[in-house]
């Protein structure tokens, strides 16, 4: 008897996540990495030009990641986090805590990119009620996408993501992403809402990364964060996608002057090897919770909190990150899209090319609305897993954003692919 693939053993068991199931082709079997490279159980490779959902940054199969976590495997692998500490935890909070922009003081650890905005939005919430006051309402921007946790939903952007949980998620005012024309109008509208009833501003910084590769610029963002600053509205910055290089900077706060009372980080956080999620904050957010009274206490947990598997490879992926190759691969990745972008404005084919830091987008120019539910999007997983390439579109939206060790060839194999597209369409 024939034995099944390993594909098809998973189109029998398993319900893949963003994928109608009844139409999706059968998933790629995917059985090691190296380097921007993924092998199939034929040992066939495909570039990934996506770092797998943002968040491999260094390449797949990292030795030196490896190493650390086969090391803290034979320490500890994980402890109860209330009460108790560890050194992974504590030297993790030491060393990114001053990477972040100024004023950032203390670590409370999650799970994933949802969970630390959960606990962002849970702690400007109870920031507010410890002090005495009732500010209940959020500001966020429009096409916003801060994950799938029903708090993160609210303060997303209404969309597919969320159109069946619409009337169970908390209203939030969203507003237009600010440009140099309009940033006096928002201000005004934030006004109409009374500033002393809003609790905090999410906004994910520079790139809104799920609503379509959406960038803008920092100066009015700044202006605009300055504006909430001064009228007590705390800034929680997502830059769950946005951290760790990925708009040139090593975070993308440090492109404004104002800084936040939140940030909230994953994905590149342990190099894209385990799940882990961090939400910082500065002293004047943590003090608000100290008290004698255990009513003021955050009651928030995960049962995986700090995990020291997942802090010990966060701290080997810190160890790369901060070594200065690394600055000089994006910077190389930087130069490399800002070539290809030349040409993708002079297409015909293409709308608004774009690029920040390491990451290129532009929208396909089609019949039908633009969004993530184009119907172009199955045409284009299917031309790029020909070619392989892993290149997964926001509907006609297609961006490329690699590991910083994605090699010359490689890219040029990725930008060759994507010039063959544009050829056929």
């Known amino acids: 008897m024939q034995q099944l693939s390993l594909s098809a053993r998973d189109q029998q068991v398993i319900w893949h996540p963003y994928t109608q199931m009844q139409t999706a082709p059968a998933p790629i079997a995917i059985t090691r990495g190296e380097g921007a490279l993924l092998f199939d159980d034929q040992n066939n490779s495909y570039i990934d030009a996506t770092s797998s959902w943002w968040v491999n940054i260094h390449g797949h199969a990292h030795p030196h990641i490896a190493e650390m976590l086969s090391k803290q495997a034979f320490q500890l692998q994980h402890i109860i986090f209330s009460g108790y500490t560890h050194p992974p935890a504590v030297e993790l909070a030491e060393r990114i805590l001053p990477l972040l922009p100024e004023g950032q003081r203390r670590v409370f650890y999650s799970d994933n990119g949802s969970t630390a905005v959960e606990v962002a939005l849970k702690m400007a919430l109870q920031y507010w009620d410890n002090k005495g006051q009732r500010r209940t309402k959020f500001l966020a921007f429009k096409n916003a996408y801060h994950g799938d946790t029903f708090g993160a939903m609210s303060v997303s952007g209404r969309s597919v993501f969320t159109r069946v949980f619409d009337e169970l998620l908390f209203e939030v005012h969203f507003l237009d992403l600010p440009t140099t024309d309009n940033t006096n109008d928002i201000i005004s509208q934030i006004n109409e809402l009374d500033p002393a009833t809003i609790a905090a501003f999410i906004f994910e910084p520079l790139i809104q990364g799920a609503g379509g590769m959406l960038m803008y610029e920092a100066e009015p963002l700044d202006q605009l964060l300055h504006w909430c600053k001064t009228n007590q509205i705390l800034l929680i910055a997502d830059e769950v996608m946005t951290g760790f290089g990925r708009t040139g900077k090593n975070f993308a706060m440090e492109n404004c002057h104002t800084t936040p009372d939140m940030i909230c980080l994953s994905k590149g956080l342990t190099g894209g090897s385990m799940a882990l999620g961090v939400t910082t904050c500065t002293s004047q957010i943590y003090d608000a919770f100290l008290s004698n009274d255990k009513l003021k206490t955050l009651f928030h947990g995960h049962s995986f909190t700090a995990n020291p598997l997942a802090c010990s ?113």
């Open 313 to 425: 490879v966060a701290l080997a992926s810190l160890d790369i990150f901060t070594d200065p190759a690394c600055a000089a691969n994006r910077e190389r990745i930087h130069q490399a899209h800002q070539a290809f972008l030349k040409e993708l404005q002079l297409s015909d084919k293409v709308k608004n090319p774009r690029l920040q830091g390491t990451i290129i987008a532009f929208d396909l120019i089609t019949t039908n609305a633009d969004g993530y539910t184009n119907n172009i999007a199955a045409f284009l997983h299917q031309f790029f897993r020909e070619r392989r390439v892993m290149l997964r579109p926001l509907g006609n939206t297609l961006y490329v954003l690699p590991p910083y060790c994605i090699t010359d060839a490689q890219l040029e194999e990725v930008y060759n692919a994507v010039r063959e597209l544009l050829q056929q369409l």
